[in-house]
């Protein structure tokens, strides 16, 4: 099986979008725990309106006692050469990748100095987080584009190279909230030697090595289509609606774990201490 992530790199936060930034924080309170008092890098390279985002996270992440936040913004791909803005990553310890479009965080950022440094970071046992868009551009294969809320059509698709600081998965966010199961599906069916998972709003996946939790008040799908028997998807016409068999769906909430590796999930450390309580 092959590595999904980074061994002994820090921690990937990926963030189905929509975190709670005024109660518990509970997703941003992980995202600060690792970035253990030093920088924090919020990427807003996403937005093509990139106005307000990093001031609701300057409050956000202030109120959890980080404190040296600084704002990525590249208008052009030419400015991730600029030392100005590979100097916004002395000290970081984190970066984290707000919402927008992920398709200008590949390609305004992709095989530049400021992605190095980003990989520097990640390498050197920093924190890597994403939300909404910022999540769809961890994987190496990236979904862009493709309609919610009704059954995949064939064609209707987009799927581009992504940051690919976890390999071998493609990411979806804002997922039950927008109906996206079945263009989940048909990246699945198009790739079915990578995961598909699917991340609520307001949830995310904490992933260290081949292994991630899942916190926050949503559900998280994965979605593995190593045993599939069939699928029309090379044959039919594109405005076809797919079909695909023999597919296997796991659901997660809080505390609940999934091996990549083994592609199985795992029990939650609640249910495990019970358990062990028991016997």
Do not use: W
């Not at 404190?67 to 590979?86: F, G, H, I, M």
């Amino acid at each position: 099986m092959t590595d999904r992530s980074r061994k002994g790199s820090g921690p990937l936060i990926i963030i189905g979008g929509h975190e709670d930034k005024d109660g518990e924080r509970i997703i941003l309170k992980e995202v600060a725990k690792y970035v253990r008092g030093g920088r924090l890098v919020i990427a807003t390279v996403a937005s093509h309106q990139p106005e307000g985002y990093f001031d609701a996270y300057k409050e956000a992440f202030g109120a959890l006692g980080v404190t040296d936040l600084v704002e990525l913004y590249v208008q052009e791909r030419s400015e991730a050469q600029d030392e100005e803005k590979l100097h916004l990553f002395d000290g970081a310890t984190g970066v984290f990748f707000s919402g927008g479009d992920q398709l200008r965080i590949s390609s305004q950022l992709g095989d530049t100095p400021v992605e190095r440094r980003v990989r520097e970071i990640h390498e050197a046992g920093g924190v890597i987080a994403g939300t909404s868009a910022g999540a769809s551009a961890m994987s190496d294969t990236m979904l862009v584009k493709g309609k919610g809320q009704e059954t995949h059509r064939i064609g209707d698709l987009h799927l581009a190279a992504g940051l690919g600081l976890v390999r071998d998965v493609i990411i979806d966010q804002h997922f039950a909230e927008r109906g996206r199961i079945g263009r989940l599906l048909g990246a699945v069916a198009q790739n079915p030697r990578e995961l598909g998972i699917g991340i609520d709003e307001d949830t995310a996946i904490i992933l260290r090595g081949d292994n991630f939790e899942v916190i926050g008040s949503g559900g998280v799908y994965v979605v593995d289509g190593g045993g599939v028997t069939h699928s029309n998807i090379a044959e039919a016409e594109t405005d076809r609606a797919l079909s695909i068999h023999d597919v296997r769906l796991h659901v997660l909430c809080h505390g609940d774990r999934f091996q990549l590796g083994d592609r199985r999930p795992g029990m939650a450390e609640a249910q495990r201490v019970a358990k062990a309580a028991e016997s």
